[in-house]
């Protein structure tokens, strides 16, 4: 059974980082591909960065030039860097995985992509 297990969310002053990790299980980890969406209060989920099996990332402009998706294989984790953050950014992350090999997406991912969900980490930014 796949899961995924996201840590690293808290509070933090307009402008600061956070670093979120998602640690998955019951899969053979670099055949799959790994992504974070996001949910703030009364809109809908958003698919923010992902990152594939060859190790390249993809980004929705929102974040782009922010955050930083990375994986490390040894340790079945995919890291979100979360720099200069901003009280939009405030929102329920969540971590998700898309099973077997994907050639890399020229876009942010969708719900549709996604086969597994963690359950979520909430980041709030204080402006």
């Known amino acids: 059974q796949v899961q995924l297990a996201e840590s690293g969310g808290g509070s933090v002053n307009s402008g600061g980082s956070l670093r979120l990790s998602c640690t998955g299980s019951?899969?053979?980890?670099?055949?799959?591909?790994m992504g974070w969406f996001r949910q703030a209060p009364g809109k809908e989920r958003e698919g923010i960065a992902a990152?594939?099996?060859?190790?390249?990332?993809t980004y929705a402009d929102s974040v782009k030039g922010r955050f930083t998706i990375s994986r490390d294989a040894t340790k079945n984790t995919v890291y979100l860097q979360l720099d200069n953050l901003k009280p939009e950014d405030t929102a329920v992350y969540t971590c998700?995985?898309?099973?077997?090999?994907?050639?890399?997406?020229?876009?942010?991912?969708?719900?549709?992509?996604?086969?597994?969900w963690g359950q979520g980490i909430q980041v709030t930014v204080s402006s």
């Open positions: 990152i594939f099996s060859d190790g390249t990332p």
């Open positions: 019951g899969y053979t980890y670099s055949a799959f591909t």
């Open positions: 998700a995985t898309r099973q077997g090999y994907s050639t890399p997406w020229r876009r942010a991912p969708r719900i549709t992509d996604i086969d597994y």
